[in-house]
């Protein structure tokens, strides 16, 4: 698969500023309206918009015949007015005349219905009708607009795998069975590699092999996962196709996809790889008092992708969405609070979906920049007032996160601890446990970036790894030597359990990490629903509310905490093992958020980082840097004000002012210090100090 070079620089965005706009869909809209639009951008400090991005039945009614004069006539009006486009490749979903003509490319759901045209993404990844199409499609639009002066990069689709990222038709079943002989060569290592001698499981021919749909019983569980990874690749695939086509007719121009943050059914470690810029789609719940704390995560995954370069949030919404089952919107000041929090964590833009709301179709209740009253919208009037404060921020433009702590994320153990169904318990899921990790790591003040099982992992005194049900000889040398020259690795319950073919590895878990952990696990012993067990640990009480297991640790180890009830009790909970000048701990079980906490400053102050005494999961700090100067967010979530004991003085860019021992933050405030680089990162040493409303 073809896709940038190791040594062939990285086509950057064309803007020289903060990008700030959202969604536009001029077609929507009468042309008047279009002038009144550019009016009223300039005026909130727009400088980027995207489009076309489901114009394709507008841009080419019938096969073969186009009409670019509206396209043509809106771009000239946003370059004319400094406004400069994300420009869409169209791709997003089909017109109707091209799934009526070629009803084959429509997606088929797991029970073998054809899914209909009336939504978006009705295709199949796989179709070969589809690819040639967008092909084609990608073509005509690099080669009408690929010199015009007011491309700032392309955006290839939509949300990739939104409402399409798994397909049960007839030719998915061929796809995948090319894909497997590719990857196993012949029937005899496809069947050494499922394990088929259970269950009668043997394939005898290619063509016996279908894609997973229901059956009367739990499916294979190594078919499984491959139809996971094969899912995302034939979507990788597809994304490729454009991405040569642009390449070929715009060699200079950057490509991205937009993401859609810590999404299951995508290996966006893959997709980052052959595009330029990382893009995201950010939805915190306003429902959620803590939802910034996710978001966080998301975003540490963002900027991770592309090795801690700056990604850009391409959307957000400006207050309540239209696709939750109750969709709250956001409260006064939230807007700042949430967009801020993103360039914080390393992202040049944002950017809302959309500009204008509509008026119309399955988004007409979406919050928008300039809501259903115009400019007397609050939504306006609070993105204007945004917009006009991003410009103070220009000096940290390409500038990078700082942070000392990573956060395993892996797609395979996502896939293959939660797709099967013969598992020792539904309730230790990845992504769940990474979260509650997470959440324990960002209340003690440490912002966290994603990290590949495999590293590399050089930017980073603590390495933590929630769950790597699925580990390799790769992930555990990666690891080793990662502890031996001074890291502190803390790695999570299920872990090592099987190998890349969801074979249990030799001696059981934790498989080619047990001798760096110095542990082995006799017995994974999962708790029925409603009960609870404890560990004791440095004095404190933790509690188990789902996840234990039953492990025996080597002479060397050291036993920091043990199970306090249950059948369990007495044997080894918690170990730390020193290896070389770091060490290596397992955590066995999962854990509440309130006895994460101690465990997590445990493992921090070894290794020398600050944790918080006092935890306020309202209270963010996050640095970017250059060279020479830190920056430092400083970010209130909640709807109480702050204050926040301050490591050393700086200027605040935002207001001007100069802060030295305390910065007191509003409801929803935000502060970003300049001070000149320290060589402790300053995000965790602020205490903050909760005030009365």
């Known amino acids: 698969m073809s896709g940038p070079r190791a040594d ?38 727009v400088n980027m918009v995207s489009l076309p991005i489901f114009s394709w039945p507008q841009l080419e ?45 429509a997606p088929w759901d797991a029970d073998g219905h054809r899914l209909e045209f009336g939504s978006r993404q009705t295709y199949c990844p796989s179709s070969p009708i589809w690819r040639e199409n967008v092909a084609r499609m990608a073509r005509a639009m690099a080669e009408r607009y690929g010199e015009h002066p007011g491309l700032a990069m392309w955006h290839i689709s939509n949300e990739y795998g939104d409402h399409t990222s798994r397909c049960w038709c007839p030719e998915s079943a061929r796809h995948f069975r090319r894909w497997l002989q590719e990857r196993y060569g012949d029937l005899d290592g496809l069947n050494e590699a499922w394990g088929v001698n259970v269950w009668g499981q043997r394939y005898t021919s290619w063509e016996h092999i279908e894609t997973p749909k229901r059956a009367p019983g739990p499916v294979n569980p190594t078919k499984l996962l491959d139809f996971e990874r094969f899912s995302s690749d034939a979507l990788l695939e597809l994304f490729q196709i454009e991405i040569d086509v642009l390449r070929e007719v715009t060699p200079d121009i950057a490509v991205t996809t937009n993401f859609m943050s810590m999404f299951r059914d995508l290996d966006y470690w893959d997709f980052a790889a052959v595009e330029d810029v990382v893009t995201d789609d950010a939805y915190p719940d306003p429902a959620d008092p803590t939802s910034h704390v996710g978001a966080a995560l998301n975003y540490g995954l963002m900027r991770a992708l592309k090795d801690g370069q700056p990604w850009l949030l391409l959307e957000s919404s400006a207050s309540a969405t239209s696709w939750r089952d109750v969709n709250v919107p956001k409260a006064p000041g ?20 959309q500009w204008r709301q509509a008026k119309y179709g399955q988004e007409k209740f979406h919050s928008s920049m300039l809501g259903h009253r115009g400019e007397r919208s609050r939504s306006f009037r609070e993105t204007k007032a945004l917009g006009l404060e991003l410009q103070k921020l220009e000096a940290v433009r390409g500038t990078r996160v700082r942070s000392r702590v990573g956060l395993v994320v892996d797609w395979d153990s996502w896939w293959g601890s939660s797709a099967a169904e013969s598992l020792p318990s539904q309730r230790l899921q990845w992504a769940q446990q990474a979260r509650a990790w997470h959440r324990a790591l960002y209340a003690l ?79 994974q012993w999962p708790l029925a629903d409603g009960e609870t067990e404890q560990i004791a ?68 102050r070894t290794a020398g980082l600050p944790a918080r005494d006092h935890v306020d999961l309202d209270v963010e700090v996050v640095t970017r840097a250059d060279d020479t100067t830190d920056y430092t967010f400083y970010l209130n979530h909640g709807r109480a004000p702050v204050a926040v004991e301050l490591p050393g003085p700086g200027f605040d860019l935002l207001t001007g002012a100069r802060h030295s021992d305390r910065l007191d933050l509003d409801r929803y405030g935000v502060a970003v210090l300049a001070s000149p680089r320290a060589d402790t990162i300053p995000t965790a040493t602020p205490i903050p100090v909760k005030e009365d409303a």
Not at 340 to 353: E, P, T
Not at 472 to 483: K, M, N, T
Not at 560 to 575: K, N, Q
């Open 537 to 604: 640990y440095a004095g404190e009480t933790l509690t188990v509310p789902s996840w234990s297991e039953w492990i025996e640790a080597d002479d060397d180890v050291q036993v920091r905490g043990t199970y306090a009830s249950g059948e369990l009790a007495g044997l080894p909970a918690v170990t730390c093992r020193p290896v070389g000048r770091g060490s290596a701990w397992y955590v066995s079980a999962m854990i509440d958020h309130d006895g994460m906490l101690p465990l997590f400053r445990d493992v921090l």
């Open 445 to 523: 003040g440490q912002p966290v970036d994603a990290v590949r099982a495999a590293g590399p992992f050089d930017r980073y005194d603590v390495v933590v790894v929630p769950n790597l049900y699925i580990a390799e000889q790769e992930h555990a040398d990666a690891l080793a030597a990662f502890v031996e020259r001074g890291g502190h690795l803390v790695v999570g319950p299920f872990s090592g359990v099987v190998d890349a073919t969801e074979k249990v590895h030799d001696g059981g878990a934790p498989g080619p990490l047990r001798t760096l952990l110095g542990i082995e696990v006799d017995e």
């Open 334 to 353: 939230k807007i700042r609070v949430e967009s801020l929090q993103a360039v914080a964590h390393g992202s040049d833009a944002v950017m809302f979906f």
């Open 61 to 105: 009614p019938e096969p073969g015949v186009y009409d670019w004069a509206w396209l043509d006539r809106i771009i000239d009006l946003l370059w004319d007015a400094g406004i400069a486009i994300d420009l869409a490749t169209a791709t997003a979903t089909p017109p109707s005349w091209l799934l009526r003509a070629h009803p084959e490319m």
């Open 8 to 45: 062939q620089p990285l086509r950057r965005v064309r803007l020289d500023a903060l990008a700030f706009g959202g969604d536009y869909n001029p077609d929507q809209w009468s042309e008047e309206t279009w002038h009144e639009d550019i009016r009223l951008m300039r005026e909130a400090g």
